[in-house]
């Protein structure tokens, strides 16, 4: 059944602003990762994490697995994070994806 | 620089034909894996390689086979391809299973006429 619930599918944000997308995991997950998909279509590796929260720049990630959800927070959103983002969660044996979300930034 | 390799990164292919993608990854990793990623859907796992001879079906299989006779290569074969094959098929690798940190391949956009 879907392990991977991310949301939202889609959304539009301003440059200079900000937001969140979230995936919640119906089962308990190792860890999580988050992926870029580029123009060229190629999955860039964002973040990995067992626990906790890592910062990467702009970027920003959250993973709790005793309660099931990992976040990705973006700020100063720039024209060049327009993409598709997916979370994938692993339990110990193949990561597991999101259906994505569709982030178009604008000026 | 390492990296996974996907080959073709485009094919056209007719329904009914034989249809071979392969994947190269030169991090001497166990696991490879196999998706194919669809809108609306996300990645799919189609098959999983713990190590050379050793897969083992993922979530969608049905119409695929693959083949690990050497560590760095994975291929996934479509035997009769179908329209409903038309997608884009991402392969990754990883140290192990217990090692969750996964490089992609650029992926290999199939359409099946």
């Known amino acids: 059944g879907d392990q991977v619930e991310q949301s939202p599918s889609a959304l539009s944000l301003h440059e200079g602003t900000g937001s969140a997308l979230r995936c919640n995991f119906t089962?308990?997950?190792?860890?999580v990762q988050w992926f870029r998909k580029n123009s060229r279509g190629s999955l860039i590796n964002l973040f990995y994490?067992?626990?906790g929260t890592k910062e990467n720049g702009r970027l920003k990630s959250a993973f709790d697995s005793k309660e099931r959800y990992s976040t990705l927070h973006i700020r100063d959103a720039q024209l060049e994070d327009s993409g598709t983002y997916f979370c994938a969660g692993n339990n110990n044996n193949a990561p597991r994806f999101g259906a994505g979300t569709k982030l178009s930034v604008k000026p | 620089d390492m990296k996974v390799t996907q080959m073709p990164r485009y094919l056209i292919k007719r329904m009914g034909e034989n249809v071979l993608l392969e994947c190269g990854q030169d991090m001497s990793h166990e696991t490879m894996y196999w998706y194919r990623q669809d809108p609306g859907l996300g990645l799919q796992l189609i098959y999983i390689s713990y190590d050379v001879d050793s897969n083992s079906e993922g979530d969608i299989p049905k119409g695929y086979r693959v083949s690990r006779k050497k560590r760095e290569h994975f291929s996934l074969i479509l035997d009769s391809a179908k329209t409903n094959q038309t997608s884009v098929y991402f392969c990754a690798s990883s140290l192990s299973t217990s090692n969750s940190d996964y490089t992609f391949g650029s992926g290999t956009r199939l359409l099946v006429i």
């Open positions: 089962t308990t997950m190792r860890a």
């Open positions: 994490l067992a626990s």
